[in-house]
């Protein structure tokens, strides 16, 4: 009996296999789709273009050096506060200020982060240094 049982399910999985191999077999009864859906808009598979692989997002910047700037005054002037030098927060990432103004005796500067293949506080392609670094 149980020979029998095996016999009748290798029959009925070769009728289903060729059923469904067979070019008359309607394409709607496999998929959902039919033959004349593959060249239309509304095919089986679809592609969507505008999708973007994550970027990497910059770690957190460190505070800018505290730099006293009394001596100016509070005039906001931009000389009393030279830019910090900048540096790699790690390997794709390089932090630098800019817009430094004194405020209350110390300056503040605008804090950006940079992606790029920083080493020794530089961005580096093969050829060498590709993006300056302020002082």
């Known amino acids: 009996m149980v020979g029998q049982r095996s016999i009748l399910a290798a029959v009925a999985s070769a009728f289903a296999l060729a059923w469904a191999c067979d070019p008359s077999t309607p394409q709607s009864d496999l998929d959902g789709a039919t033959a ?19 970027q990497p997002q910059p770690p957190d910047a460190i505070a800018p050096p505290l730099v006293d700037c009394s001596d100016a ?3 906001g002037d931009a000389g009393a506060c030279p830019l ?15 817009n430094g103004v004194c405020v209350d005796g110390g300056c503040q500067y605008e804090v ?3 992606s ?6 530089g961005c580096y392609t093969g050829g060498g240094l590709t993006a300056p670094v302020p002082p």
């Open 36 to 54: 004349d859906d593959a060249g239309s808009e509304q095919a089986a598979f679809s592609f969507d273009a505008s999708w973007a692989p994550p």
């Open 73 to 75: 005054g509070d005039a």
């Open 84 to 98: 910090p030098k900048s540096f790699c927060l790690d390997s794709s990432w390089l932090e630098y200020f800019d």
């Open 112 to 114: 950006h982060l940079y």
């Open 116 to 121: 790029c293949s920083c080493f020794n506080d």
